[in-house]
């Protein structure tokens, strides 16, 4: 609230919240490799970010707990499958990796 020369007061202003981080998120895939070839479908892809960040696999949002470890199950198409990763941290700083995987029955 801010006060002018003849005593008016403006209405408060909204409150934003900015949240600053210096670093990106990290991002470790444990399961599947890169290259890896697998026989059955779905397959759970497992890794680790930072705790409070959030993870998509190809656009779709994983599961992400207090620790910072995701889940995801995916089915896969027959030959190789592209999987593209994005941590995203609460500042929107970002961090994406890019595996392929074989699948072959």
């Known amino acids: 609230t801010a006060i002018n020369a003849t005593g008016q ?7 934003y919240a900015v949240n600053y981080i210096l ?4 991002l470790d895939v444990s399961s599947p ?18 705790p409070g960040d959030t993870i998509t696999i190809n656009s779709r949002l994983a599961i992400v707990d207090k620790d910072g470890k995701f889940s995801y199950t995916m089915d896969l198409s ?4 592209k999987l593209h990763f994005v941590a995203t941290d609460a500042a929107g700083n970002l961090t994406a990796k890019d595996l392929t995987i074989k699948y072959q029955k």
């Open 9 to 15: 007061r403006s209405s408060s202003s909204e409150t």
């Open 33 to 50: 490799k890169n290259g890896d070839t697998v026989n059955s479908t779905p397959i759970t892809i497992t890794g680790q970010t930072d």
């Open 78 to 81: 027959d030959g190789d499958n």
């Open 23 to 26: 670093k990106k998120p990290s």
